[in-house]
């Protein structure tokens, strides 16, 4: 199993997590391919090497077009899934987390952080071992504190669920895959804050189309079970928590 983590946010109001889980090599390596080719196809390149797409550089057709044509080829690949949570970010409780006002800030976002992750994690993987978890090394969680809370959570044991936590730059076309993680996890930013870019805003809805979700927004989704949620939305769904 290979999952990628990547995460959204408004700034002081709310955090995203979005989690990309791959479950075999061979699906892997198609989706990979797939990707590649639909990029060469929309000559989506710089110099000859496939360029990145994110859901924050939507700003053209031809962008576009190509995370419509990434969620389509996660869509159509069996296994492939993709999981979100979404929690509060509340600094009345914030500081009062642990109770010691002499916790810096920084430390207390990483647990919360790491709390969110981990619980967005495990409930998607049960009794997995050995598998792989990368990030894009510039979320903002990265660092030595997030790192060994993460590791020690979820790396550690003769049996641990991830043999190996990295970071990876998504920018490469080696990685390129988190880039389809970004863009789902960006559909959900956009349903709850909309933008004035309307290609974002068509992107947002033909996420909804293409996975056949009626909404991204909490009224939707909050109130129902995991079990639920995956059952009547298998490919694609998310959890609204408070503040772990």
Not at 44 to 59: C, M, Q, R, V, W
Not at 62 to 68: E, I, N, Y
Not at 112 to 123: D, E, F, H, N
Not at 218 to 234: F, G, I, R, S, V
Request: aromatic fraction near 10%; charged fraction near 30%; glycine fraction near 4%.
């Amino acid at each position: 199993m290979l999952v990628y983590l990547d995460e959204s946010y408004r700034a002081k109001d709310r955090l995203f997590i979005g989690a990309l889980f791959l479950p075999t090599k061979a699906k892997r390596r198609l989706l990979h391919q797939q990707f590649l080719d639909l990029k060469t196809k929309e000559n989506f390149l710089d110099n000859g090497s496939p360029k990145e797409i994110k859901y924050a550089k939507i700003t053209t057709s031809k962008s576009l077009r190509v995370a419509k044509g990434a969620v389509s080829l996660f869509s159509n690949l069996d296994n492939a899934f993709f999981r979100a949570c979404t929690i509060p970010y509340d600094p009345v409780k914030m500081t009062k987390l642990g109770g010691n006002k002499n916790v810096p800030m920084k430390i207390k976002e990483a647990i919360i952080y790491t709390r969110a992750t981990v619980q967005l994690l495990k409930s998607n993987l049960d009794q997995t071992t050995n598998a792989v978890l990368l990030m894009d090394e510039l979320t903002r969680a990265s660092g030595d504190k997030f790192d060994a809370l993460i590791k020690g959570k979820l790396g550690n044991g003769d049996k641990p669920i991830f043999r190996h936590i990295g970071y990876i730059n998504s920018a490469s076309p080696r990685n390129h895959l988190v880039q389809i993680c970004d863009l789902l996890l960006g559909a959900i930013l956009n349903e709850n804050y909309p933008t004035k870019n309307k290609l974002k805003n068509r992107f947002r809805e033909f996420v909804k189309l293409e996975l056949k979700l009626p909404t991204l927004k909490e009224n939707y989704w909050k109130n129902k079970l995991k079990k639920t949620a995956d059952k009547q939305h298998p490919k694609y769904n998310i959890r609204f928590w408070k503040t772990p």
